[in-house]
Structure formats: structure tokens, C-alpha cells
């Protein structure tokens, strides 16, 4: 479904010259569901607006549905749909006349864009909703009527960017049921960009990590999480006995990164539960009393850090220079 070989995309700021994306190559097959993770400003938004069509690459090609990216891109626009950050509905419009407008712009008659509209009505919970202003719409809805409008013309590939940024958790559970069903039910190849990592753990049958225009993983949620070297333990204990604590987890099979920390001792085991009982017989012996224990399994910020060096949260609040200076 995308074939993207050496795709970049330079812009130029106040004289000097930005590489947003730095030749990305990316493969996404029929019926996959993929997300392109990265922190804000690694370059997702700018890599999918080249997918779709509404930004020129400044080198690479690419095969989106079938067609080339450079020779044929209205092609591609008719094969693809894309829901943007924020949406696009028009806010005087009402709902069922925005998606009947947006089927007759793809070229459905009038008769055939009532009868699709109807179906993703119904199937995005929009039923009873035709007569409201879109303005009138609580934010999970309207980014249902976004969906509707991308899927109009029964594209076989849709694209979101950051499709639950600003909604609540209610909503966005809501909104991942509905991609989710997309894809499992109606066969739809889902390429979404995010930067949480929830999202893209719950959602993704596969997961690509970018940074700096780069990209620097590729896998599926469990497989990326099984780069990182084992659980992460947390031992709270007196902060008088956390040095005799944390010499007894250096002992432990396969232990490593042990950290001291004020009342604490943190360190990562292959297995995580195999390991604690152990632990706990040798504090035991040592007069060392656990007042608290945490095993976590790695998560996708587990998995940021090791091929980064950064959390990917820490990379959210501290952008790179180049970024700053641009914005
Ligand atoms: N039109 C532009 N002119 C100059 N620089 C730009 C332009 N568009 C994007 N950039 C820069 O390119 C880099 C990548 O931006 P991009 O929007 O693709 O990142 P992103 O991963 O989508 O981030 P976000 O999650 O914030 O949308 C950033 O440094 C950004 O400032």
C-alpha cells in the first residue's frame, strides 16, 4: 500500500535550512495497521503530508495505493483519505450536508453520496446527528464526522494525523474502537501518526519510531518492547539500608542498571517475577524490610530511551535547538 524509498523533506527558516524528514523508507502492506511514533517535531506530520500528496518531497519517491507519488498524485488522492489534525469540517455546515458535499467533491452522485453518508453514519455513531451545526458537536464527534469525510469514497488506505490529540479518555477509547474496527472489520489500511505511546501500544499492529527526521525502530509493540533488556524492579527500604539493598540486587541473575536512590533501589532482571522471591529471601536474611516493590514490564518509553537516549516525554518538553528556533 506505501512504498516510500529515500523520502526528505528540507525547508528553509529565517536563512537557514531545516531537514524535517532525512530519507525515510518505509513499507506498509494491505489491511496493516501502522503508527508512526516520535516526539513533537521529529518530522511525522511533514513525512504523511508528502504520503498524501500535499507537500513535495525535496528527494525520495514513493507508491501510495498503487500510484506514484510524484508522476500521479491525483491518483493517489482518489485512493487515499486523510484526517488531519483539528479536522476540516466547515463550522455553519450541518453534518449531513458536509458529507454529502464531500462525497459530490469526490465525484459521487448526489443519490450515492446520501446512501454512503448514511452507512458511516451509522457505523461512526453519527445517526441523529444530520441536522446539527458542526460548530454544535462535542470534540469526539466532529472527529467522527472528520473520519466519515475521509472515508466518503471508500478509500482503501487512510491516513491520521494525531487522530486523538485534545480529546478526552472517554472519547478517545471511543475513537481507537472505531479505527480499530476500520481496519479488523472493513479490511482499511490505517497509517496514523501519534506521539503517545498508549495510543500506538493499544492500536498498532506495528509500530515505527521516528526522531530527528529519522527513523530509528521499526517492530510491533511487543517486539520493540523485547529490545529492551528486561523488567524494570522497584525496591523501596529504609534509606539507611538502601546500599546493603541494592548489593543484594547486583547479585541477582542478570541484573543490571542498579541504581541507588533515596529510600529506593531501581534496577532491571530478565524476569521480573522470577526474580522478586528471591530477593525478598535475601532481605529477609539481611534484616532488610521492603516497604514497597514495583515490577514493570517495558513500555514504548522504555524502548524511546534505549534507541534515543531520551524519554520520549522528555523529548516532548525540551524540543531540539533547531526546532525552537525555527517555530
Ligand atoms: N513549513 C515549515 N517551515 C519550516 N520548518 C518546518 C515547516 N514544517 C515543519 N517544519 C519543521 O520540521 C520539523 C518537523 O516538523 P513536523 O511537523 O513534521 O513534526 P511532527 O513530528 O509532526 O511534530 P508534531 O507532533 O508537533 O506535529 C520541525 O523542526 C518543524 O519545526
Excluded at 494491505?30 to 513525512?47: D, S, Y
Excluded at 450515492?112 to 441523529?128: K, M, P, Q, V, Y
Excluded at 529519522?214 to 520493540?224: C, F, H, K, N, R
Aim: proline share 4%; with cysteine; aromatic share 4%.
Amino acid at each position: 500500500m506505501i512504498k516510500a524509498r529515500g523520502l526528505a523533506r528540507s525547508f528553509s527558516a529565517r536563512g537557514r535550512t531545516v531537514d524535517a524528514v532525512r530519507g525515510v523508507d518505509l513499507d506498509v502492506g494491505a489491511g496493516e495497521l501502522v503508527g508512526f511514533l516520535g516526539p513533537n517535531g521529529a518530522g511525522k506530520t511533514t513525512t504523511l503530508r508528502m504520503l498524501t500528496t500535499l507537500l513535495r518531497p525535496t528527494s525520495g519517491e514513493a507508491t501510495v495505493a498503487g500510484r506514484d507519488l510524484l508522476a500521479d498524485p491525483s491518483g493517489v488522492r482518489a485512493r487515499i483519505g486523510y484526517v488531519a489534525q483539528g479536522g476540516g469540517t466547515g463550522a455553519d455546515c450541518k453534518v449531513a450536508e458536509e458529507i454529502e458535499l464531500q462525497g459530490r467533491l469526490y465525484g459521487l452522485s448526489k443519490a450515492e453520496a446520501l446512501r454512503r453518508g448514511g452507512e458511516l453514519s451509522e457505523r461512526l455513531d453519527l445517526t441523529g446527528l444530520g441536522d446539527r451545526l458542526t460548530k454544535t458537536l462535542s470534540g469526539g464527534q466532529r472527529r467522527r464526522l472528520d473520519i466519515a469525510l475521509g472515508l466518503i469514497h471508500s478509500p482503501g488506505l487512510i491516513f491520521f494525523d494525531e487522530p486523538t490529540t485534545g480529546l478526552d479518555p472517554q472519547s478517545r477509547a471511543n475513537l481507537w474502537e472505531h479505527i480499530h474496527r476500520l481496519h479488523a472489520d472493513h479490511g482499511v489500511t490505517v497509517f496514523l501518526t501519534t506521539h503517545y505511546l498508549d495510543e500506538a501500544d493499544a492500536l498498532c499492529d506495528r509500530i515505527l519510531v521516528i526522531d530527528n527526521g529519522e527513523l530509528v525502530a521499526e517492530g510491533s509493540p511487543d517486539s520493540l518492547k523485547a529490545r529492551v533488556s528486561g523488567d524494570a524492579v522497584e525496591v523501596g527500604t529504609q534509606p539507611d539500608q538502601v546500599a546493603a539493598a541494592a548489593a543484594i540486587a547486583r547479585d541477582l541473575p542478570g541484573a543490571h542498571e542498579v541504581t541507588e536512590l533515596p529510600g529506593r533501589v531501581r534496577f532491571r532482571v530478565p524476569r521480573g517475577n522470577t526474580a522478586t522471591p528471591t530477593l525478598l529471601r535475601a532481605f529477609d536474611t539481611a534484616g532488610i524490610a521492603a516497604t514497597s516493590m514495583e515490577v514493570r514490564r517495558p513500555t514504548l518509553d522504555d524502548v524511546f530511551l534505549t534507541l534515543t537516549g531520551r524519554s520520549l516525554r522528555d523529548a516532548e518538553t525540551a524540543p531540539n535547538e533547531e526546532t525552537a528556533d525555527v517555530a
